[in-house]
């Protein structure tokens, strides 16, 4: 190990962390006492102009300068650079882009500076996650994510509930993280390696004490589920969406997923795949993944406010995503990473429409306030209507392919089926019938867009450049892989 | 009697328990906190054995997640206070009995 392949492999990181201390720095000299929009997008833009240097620095080192992908041997693998990693490290930093770009015009107190500082941060922890193959380094960066996380919930300090959302995050999530580290010492105990390959090496020669792995397998099942608000571990999911400025909800519904769903597929994998509890773990994911779709879908059908809507449709898209780590198998986790992109697309076009609206009125938008939008804003509604379809598993839109992605690998995944209750039939019958519960409150929300069109409160919404950017790619991923989602695929199969 | 690597293992899962039920039915933020702590330093304290009874102690891979997530547990502790700070501006209370106001 040389001190310049440890720079170049963590360059885009050092290029975003430099820019956050620039933005801080200025901020609190030279913009000191310019007013509050005036620091917002000063601050904002030199968090963007990090993100994208660091998204050169990700291209740069794609295009082969420090790619590999033969199996890592440097460094115990804290920083593993195969394309995969790179490519979904490259998607965290644009989707973080665009967090920037919907948060500019809501500052949510002055401290405007340390609003983009904590979101730059979360990101270097995601791309951290990604990137690490390695307890040591996937802990420190998964507590990287939560930590900027739980200070960003907290940030509308003057409002009420703000705060509270922040502790009850917070100590849901302090418990969760003991847990993981409780599961990953035992994961140690069981294999005496701390590097993921030479965990599975150790998995694979089935010397691991079995009580141990189980132990380890509900830690990091627990700590995870928290993180992915998977049920009954997602209690603090509705308030804390609730609370939350919309773009760190939206940051929180995105982004720490991926983080989340890319590792638990790498950690919980193996141990699945070669434990000789597998019965016993599977059934467990199996009532997570019942319990989070059902409450998940009942949940919220009864919500009126949006955001609280879509955290209860975050907790049963867990539910669904959990299908595929089931399956215990490839095509299971190419599934996995799939629907996590297209879900955290179209999520993050929904919570900015819904921040954009929520800017204009003033408090948390209800879904009777977007009655008659169609008439007043009819792109927004379009792009709206696109996001929401493509969670809801509309057909032509990527949401679609992911689900289905997701099931084929369930059924496939077994081939010899003898009774009713083997294989997953019934699991995905299961989930099937609660995606058209879910069609039920995704479409109410279209019906007050689209079809009501008694007194309009919105008048129409200018949507500043770059969001209006940020909101056209989004919807653009989400119908284009869509209609074209082998490419995305072949590209996970191949390098996963 | 010699300690073994159960001997460890049983006092860091009571550990666990302790902070399990203190951070679940404790209301009051510092003491949650506290128990937090207890839970991670339990899992410390399964790093540290695991690692003491395993085939290669050379690696050193135990003390040095622990020192890792000794790091982890202060910031962690750090942020609990700055919230707790929040919640006392905002209510002038840190008791969660008294600012339970989010539905359900």
């Known amino acids: ?496 | 009697m010699e300690l073994t690597l159960n001997h460890f293992l049983i006092l860091s899962a009571i550990l666990f328990s302790i902070g399990l039920v203190g951070a679940l039915t404790r209301r009051h933020i510092i003491i949650m906190l506290i128990c937090l702590e207890i839970m991670l330093n339990a899992a410390n304290l399964n790093l540290i054995a695991f690692w003491h009874f395993s085939p290669n102690p050379e690696l050193m891979h135990g003390p040095l997640f622990t020192l890792f997530t000794i790091a982890i547990a202060a910031t962690e502790a750090a942020l609990g206070l700055a919230l707790v700070l929040a919640i006392f501006r905002h209510y002038q209370t840190i008791d969660l009995e008294q600012i339970q106001g989010l539905k359900e």
């Open chain 1, 1 to 496: 190990m040389s001190y310049s392949e440890l720079f170049f492999a963590t360059l885009p990181e050092l290029i975003v962390v430099l820019g956050m201390f620039l933005a801080l720095g200025y901020d609190y000299t030279k913009f000191k006492d310019k007013d509050l929009t005036t620091r917002a997008n000063k601050a904002a833009t030199l968090s963007s102009i990090a993100l994208l240097l660091g998204l050169a620095g990700v291209i740069w080192q794609y295009c082969g300068a420090c790619c590999t992908t033969e199996a890592p041997s440097t460094w115990d693998g804290q920083i593993v650079l195969t394309p995969l990693t790179l490519g979904f490290k490259a998607l965290v930093f644009v989707l973080a882009l665009f967090v920037i770009q919907f948060a500019k015009p809501q500052v949510p107190n002055k401290h405007v500076s340390e609003y983009f500082g904590l979101i730059l941060l979360s990101t270097l922890g995601m791309g951290f996650v990604i990137t690490a193959q390695n307890l040591i380094m996937f802990f420190v960066a998964l507590e990287l994510i939560s930590l900027s996380l739980y200070g960003l919930t907290a940030f509308q300090n003057r409002k009420d509930f703000s705060v509270e959302a922040g502790v009850k995050y917070f100590a849901i999530g302090g418990v969760s993280s003991a847990f993981l580290l409780y599961g990953l010492s035992y994961l140690y105990g069981a294999t005496h390696a701390l590097n993921f390959a030479d965990i599975a090496a150790a998995l694979q020669s089935g010397q691991a004490p079995a009580s141990y792995l189980l132990i380890a397998a509900t830690g990091i099942v627990v700590g995870l589920g928290f993180k992915i608000a998977a049920a009954p571990f997602h209690l603090w999911a509705p308030d804390t969406y609730q609370c939350a400025p919309v773009p760190v909800a939206a940051w929180i519904a995105t982004g720490s997923k991926i983080a989340s769903f890319f590792v638990l597929i790498q950690l919980f994998g193996p141990v699945l795949e070669h434990s000789s509890h597998r019965d016993t773990l599977i059934t467990g994911l199996v009532v997570v993944s019942v319990v989070s779709m059902v409450l998940g879908n009942i949940g919220a059908l009864r919500q009126t406010c949006v955001k609280r809507m879509l955290a209860y449709s975050s907790v049963a898209h867990a539910g669904y995503i959990l299908i595929g780590l089931l399956s215990a198998n490839k095509e299971g986790y190419v599934s996995i990473l799939f629907y996590t992109v297209i879900y955290s697309c179209a999520t993050l076009g929904a919570f900015a429409i819904i921040g954009i609206i929520n800017d204009r009125l003033g408090r948390e938008a209800n879904i009777d306030d977007f009655n008659g939008c169609w008439k007043q804003n009819p792109r927004l509604s379009l792009l709206f209507m696109i996001f929401i379809l493509s969670l809801a598993g509309i057909p032509p839109l990527s949401g679609f392919f992911g689900k289905l992605y997701l099931f084929m690998a369930a059924i496939g995944s077994q081939s010899e089926i003898a009774a009713w209750n083997e294989g997953f039939y019934w699991l995905i019958a299961v989930a099937l019938m609660m995606s058209a519960v879910s069609l039920f409150y995704y479409v109410k929300v279209l019906k007050a867009f689209l079809v009501s069109d008694d007194n309009p409160t919105l008048s129409p919404i200018q949507v500043g450049k770059f969001e209006g950017l940020g909101l056209i790619v989004l919807a653009v991923l989400v119908v284009g892989l869509g209609l074209y989602p082998t490419g995305l695929v072949d590209f996970i199969a191949a390098y996963l």
